[in-house]
Nanobody
Framework: QVQLVESGGDLVQPGGSLRLSCAAS????????MGWYRQAPGKQREVVAT???????NYADSVKGRFSISRGNAKNTVYLQMNSLKPEDTAVYYC?????????WGQGTRVTVSS
């Protein structure tokens, strides 16, 4: 079983920055892919950024140039650096991993962008 634990969500003013962290643990975890998703009130969950074992990354158009996904040195941690935050970035952010054929999700961390 794989566990994903997110942290770093907070209330921030427009234009501000936050860094989210996701720590993976559990038997069988091997880093091959991890991603960040978000779900705003009344909306469907959407992909924000993904990173693969070789280091390749992908971003939603809405966050390109503002957000950056990276892996920690420990290889079981993924970060999401969020800059120039906008009110429309307000959402619960979830960490996602695929191990074998199974999907795993964290419990989510709330990001609120408001003045």
């Amino acid at each position: 079983q794989v566990q994903l634990v997110e942290s770093g969500g907070d209330l921030v003013q427009p234009g501000g920055s936050l860094r989210l962290s996701c720590a993976a643990s559990g038997r069988g975890f091997r880093f091959g892919y991890m991603g960040w998703y978000r779900q705003a009130p009344g909306k469907q969950r959407e992909v924000v950024a993904t990173i693969y074992g070789g280091g390749s990354t992908n971003y939603a158009d809405s966050v390109k140039g503002r957000f950056s996904i990276s892996r920690g040195n420990a290889k079981n941690t993924v970060y999401l650096q969020m800059n120039s935050l906008k009110p429309e970035d307000t959402a619960v952010y979830y960490c996602h991993a695929i191990v074998g054929l199974e999907n795993f999700w964290g419990q989510g961390t709330r990001v609120t962008v408001s003045s």
